[in-house]
C-alpha cells in the first residue's frame, strides 16, 4: 500500500483515515510516522519497545537500548519529513516487516533514504523492536502525480478543472484533465484539490553581483569604509546558494542575469540539472557606453566601449567565455553626448553578436536610446522606458524586431527608499530573505544618516545617480513606465517580468511579488501576468523547455492556495514549490 505524499504544514494531508486503536502493523506504522509530523515526544516514543534490545541500526551500524533511545528523542525534529511507499509484509502472526521511502528536510539540507521497522505484537498492541535508516546514493526525485487543483499551464489555455500532473526523471510526463493523465502506480501523489498549478515563475533581469542592498552598489550610496566592496563582492561569489535559496522560496525557478562579474557565467552550468536552484542563464560582463568605475582590481563587470574594435573584441570575448547574451548598458554621458559615436558604438555590438549568434540585450530607459537599440537588433529591451510616453515609431521597431520588454516597474522604489533612508519591507515576502540580507535592509534607515559624498564616483557615474533619484521622488518615472507598460502589451509586443533584483532594497526573490502586482496595477490582466512571468520569460531566456505545464517541460512547478486569475496577488499563497522534479514546502525554504 502506498501513502500519499505529506506536507503536513501546508494543508497537503496525508490520506489516511484517523485510527482509534493500532489494530494493525500498518496502523502503527502510519501513527509513528504522523507522531514525527506532530512533533510528539510521548506518541512517538510509544510506538518502540522499552527494552534494552530495541536495535537501531544506520550507517554508523548497531546501536541497542529503548533509554539511550528515548533520550536522543525530541531534541530536534526535521522540519519536513516526506514519508512515501509504506508497506507492511506480515512475517508471522506476530510479527511484521515496514518500509518507506522518506525525503528529511532540516537546516543541513534535504536527504533521501529509506527507512524500515519490525513491528512486534505486544499486549500494548503493535511495537517496533527494530528500526533502520539508510540514505540512498541515488537523488533522482522518484515520480510524482499532483492531483485534484485547477491547471493554469501558462500557455494561455483554458484553465483545467481537478487536474493531473504526474512528474517523471524532472519533467512534465502529462498534465491535463484526470481522464488523459491516470495516476502511475509509482507515484508519490499530492492529492491537492481546492488548489492551482501554475507554471514555475521566471525572472529575465538579476544581478547575482549585486546583493539587494547599497553594499553591492556604491555608486548609488557610498559605504565601502564600513563594506569594503571587494569583500562585498567576494562573498557573493563565494555564496549564491543563499540566493538560490531565496528564488525557490519566492517561487522563481528560473533566472537570467543580465549582467556581472565572470564567475556568473559558471552559474548557467552548476544550476542547469540542480533541484535546490533556480536555473540561471547569464550574460556576463556589461558592454558600457561610459565608462564606470564600479569595477575590482583584477576582474571587470563593466567594459567600456572605448571604440569599435574594443566593442567588437568584447562581444567576440563573450562569445568564448559562453555567455548566453550580449548586454548593454546605454547610459548617456555628461552632456552634451556624442550620440553618433555611441550610437555607432552599440550598432558595432549588435551586428558583432549576430555574427557569433548571441541575441542582444540592452538597458535604454530613455526613448532615443530604446528606438536606436532596437534599430541595432536589440532583442531584449530591460527597464522600462521612462523620459517619456513611447510613440507608434517605437512600437514598429519593437514588433518589427519581434523584441520582448522587460519593464521592471519597481526597482525605481528600492532607489528611491535609499533615498528618503526609509525601508519599507514587504513583510509577507522576507520570510525569504536570508537574515544577513534582511538586516542590511532594515539598516538603511540609520546607515543611510551617514551618507557623505562620493568623491571617488566618477563625473558619469555622479550624473546617473543624480538623473534618478530626483525623479524618484515624485514617482514621475515609475508612472511613465506603467503607462509605456501597457501601451507596449495592448501593441502587441511581448512582455516579460524582471526585477533587476540585485539593485538597493530591489531583493533577491521577494522582489518577484511587488513586480508582479505592478504589472497588474498597470492594466494587465492577472493571466497576461502570469504569461509574461512564464512563458514569456522562457523566450528571453531562450528556453523552450520551462514556462509551461505541459508534457515535456522540465517539472517546474508551483502548487498555489488560491486562483492566480483572480488576483495575482494570490501567487504568494504558495503552497509547494516543485523544481526539476523535487517538491519543497514554502515552510522548508524560508529563512
Not at 522563481?252 to 542547469?272: C, E, I, K, Q
Amino acid at each position: 500500500m502506498r501513502a500519499a505524499f505529506v506536507a503536513i504544514a501546508l494543508g497537503l494531508l496525508l490520506n489516511v483515515t484517523r485510527l482509534a486503536a493500532q489494530s494493525t502493523p500498518l496502523e502503527a506504522f502510519h501513527r509513528n510516522i504522523a507522531a514525527i509530523h506532530a512533533r510528539n515526544r510521548a506518541a512517538y516514543l510509544s510506538h518502540y519497545l522499552h527494552t534494552p534490545a530495541l536495535a537501531r541500526i544506520g550507517p554508523d551500524g548497531l546501536r541497542q537500548g529503548y533509554d539511550s533511545f528515548a533520550a536522543g528523542v525530541g531534541t530536534s525534529w526535521p522540519d519536513t519529513l516526506v514519508a512515501t511507499h509504506v508497506r507492511i509484509v506480515p512475517v508471522t502472526q506476530d510479527v511484521a516487516y515496514g518500509v518507506y521511502r522518506y525525503r528529511v528536510v532540516d537546516s543541513s539540507g534535504s536527504v533521501r533514504g529509506v527507512s524500515e521497522r519490525v513491528f512486534v505484537r505486544s499486549p500494548e498492541g503493535w511495537k517496533i523492536a527494530v528500526t533502520t535508516a539508510f540514505p540512498t546514493p541515488d537523488a533522482t526525485p522518484p515520480p510524482m502525480a499532483i492531483v485534484g487543483a485547477t491547471l493554469v499551464d501558462g500557455t494561455g489555455a483554458a484553465p483545467v478543472r481537478d487536474a493531473v500532473v504526474v512528474t517523471r526523471n524532472g519533467r512534465i510526463a502529462c498534465a491535463g484533465a484526470r481522464s488523459s493523465c491516470p495516476v502511475p502506480a509509482d507515484a508519490d501523489t499530492v492529492r491537492a484539490g481546492g488548489k492551482w498549478i501554475v507554471p514555475g515563475l521566471i525572472d529575465a533581469h538579476v544581478h547575482f553581483s549585486q546583493t539587494g542592498w547599497v553594499d553591492g552598489r556604491p555608486d548609488a550610496l557610498d559605504l565601502r569604509d564600513r563594506y569594503p566592496y571587494d569583500a562585498v563582492e567576494a562573498e557573493l561569489h563565494e555564496r549564491p546558494e543563499r540566493f538560490f535559496r531565496s528564488y525557490l522560496c519566492s517561487g522563481v525557478t528560473a533566472v537570467f542575469d543580465a549582467g556581472g562579474y565572470p564567475w556568473t557565467l559558471d552559474l548557467r552550468s552548476r544550476t542547469a540539472r540542480s533541484t535546490t536552484a533556480p536555473r540561471v542563464v547569464a550574460a556576463g560582463p556589461l558592454l558600457s557606453t561610459v565608462d564606470t568605475w564600479l569595477n575590482l582590481p583584477d576582474q571587470r563587470q563593466f567594459i567600456y566601449m572605448a571604440d569599435e574594435a574594443a566593442t567588437r573584441a568584447a562581444v567576440r570575448a563573450h562569445k568564448a567565455w559562453g555567455a548566453a547574451a550580449i548586454k548593454v548598458w546605454y547610459i548617456m554621458p555628461p552632456q552634451p553626448p556624442d550620440t553618433a559615436r555611441m550610437s555607432a558604438l552599440v550598432h558595432a555590438a549588435g551586428d558583432e553578436a549576430r555574427k557569433v549568434g548571441l541575441p542582444l540585450i540592452v538597458h535604454a530607459t530613455g526613448l532615443w536610446e530604446a528606438k536606436d537599440a532596437l534599430r541595432a537588433g536589440a532583442r531584449i529591451l530591460v527597464h522600462s522606458v521612462w523620459s517619456e510616453p513611447v510613440d507608434e515609431e517605437f512600437l514598429t521597431l519593437a514588433r518589427r524586431a519581434g523584441a520582448i520588454y522587460v519593464p521592471t516597474l519597481t526597482v525605481l522604489d528600492g532607489y528611491g527608499q535609499v533615498a528618503a533612508r526609509h525601508f519599507v519591507p514587504d513583510r509577507r515576502a522576507l520570510a525569504c530573505v536570508d537574515r544577513a540580507t534582511r538586516a542590511k535592509a532594515f539598516a538603511t534607515d540609520t546607515v543611510a544618516l551617514a551618507r557623505r559624498a562620493p568623491e571617488s564616483l566618477s563625473q558619469a557615474a555622479r550624473r546617473i545617480a543624480r538623473s534618478l533619484l530626483p525623479g524618484l521622488r515624485r514617482n514621475r518615472r515609475r508612472d511613465q513606465a506603467a503607462t509605456n507598460l501597457k501601451r507596449v502589451f495592448d501593441a502587441g509586443i511581448t512582455v516579460a517580468l524582471g526585477t533587476d533584483a540585485g539593485n538597493p532594497l530591489t531583493l533577491h526573490g521577494a522582489s518577484v511579488f511587488r513586480e508582479l502586482e505592478a504589472m497588474q496595477a498597470s492594466g494587465l490582466a492577472p493571466r497576461d501576468v502570469l504569461i509574461a512571468a512564464t512563458r514569456n520569460g522562457a523566450r528571453a531566456l531562450a528556453l523552450d523547455s520551462i514556462g509551461t505545464v505541459t508534457a515535456g517541460a522540465v517539472a517546474d512547478v508551483l502548487v498555489l492556495d488560491a486562483d492566480p486569475l483572480a488576483d495575482i496577488r494570490h501567487v504568494r499563497d504558495i503552497a509547494l514549490v516543485v523544481r526539476r522534479g523535487e517538491a519543497y514546502t514554502r515552510h522548508e525554504l524560508e529563512y
